[in-house]
C-alpha cells in the first residue's frame, strides 16, 4: 500500500473512531433520567414536568418529555397553584420582553440560548412559584 494510501486509511479510521466515541457518549447523555433533586433550586418545591402536547403534569421522568421542555417549581403555594400560574404567565408584545402574571412580580434570573429561568413573587406577600424552559 502506497505511504499516501495509509495516511489516507489511518485518518479515515481516526476519524471515524473519534465519531463513534462521540455519538455513544452523547446517546448515554440522553438516556439518563433526570434527578429533580439535581436541579430543584434550593427552597423549591418541585412540582413536575409539563407534557407539552397534552398539558398534563408529570412527576416522574417518560422519554416522551424529552426534548423541549418546562418544569414548574413552588415556594409557599402547592404544586397545583404553581403549575396554574405558570400556564397562565403571559409575555409582553413590545420589546423589552418580559414575563408578566396579574398579582405577580416576575423577574427573568437567566436566560440563555433555548433556555430561561423565571421567579415569580406574589405582590405583597412570600409566595413564589419559579419555572424554567428550554429544548
Given at each position: 500500500m502506497e505511504p499516501r494510501r495509509r495516511v489516507v486509511a489511518l485518518t479515515a479510521l481516526v476519524v471515524s473512531a473519534a465519531?463513534?466515541?462521540?455519538?455513544?457518549?452523547?446517546?448515554?447523555?440522553?438516556?439518563a433520567?433526570?434527578?429533580?433533586?439535581?436541579?430543584?433550586?434550593?427552597?423549591?418545591?418541585?412540582?413536575?414536568?409539563?407534557?407539552?402536547?397534552?398539558?398534563?403534569?408529570k412527576m416522574e421522568w417518560d422519554d416522551s418529555l424529552s426534548g423541549a421542555y418546562l418544569v414548574a417549581f413552588a415556594k409557599g403555594m402547592t404544586c397545583r397553584d404553581a403549575r396554574r400560574n405558570v400556564t397562565r404567565?403571559?409575555?409582553?408584545?413590545?420589546?423589552?420582553?418580559?414575563?408578566?402574571?396579574?398579582?405577580?412580580?416576575?423577574?427573568?434570573?437567566?436566560?440563555?440560548?433555548?433556555?430561561?429561568?423565571?421567579?415569580?413573587t406574589k405582590i405583597g406577600a412570600s409566595r413564589k412559584f419559579r419555572f424554567q424552559t428550554g429544548s
Open positions: 465519531i463513534t466515541a462521540f455519538a455513544s457518549t452523547a446517546i448515554a447523555g440522553e438516556l433520567e433526570p434527578d429533580p433533586v439535581e436541579f430543584t433550586p434550593e427552597g423549591y418545591t418541585f412540582c413536575g414536568w409539563r407534557v407539552l402536547g397534552t398539558g398534563d403534569w404567565v403571559r409575555t409582553t408584545q413590545t420589546p423589552p420582553y418580559r414575563p408578566i402574571r396579574l398579582g405577580y412580580r416576575c423577574k427573568v434570573l437567566d436566560n440563555d440560548y433555548e433556555y430561561t429561568d423565571v421567579r415569580c
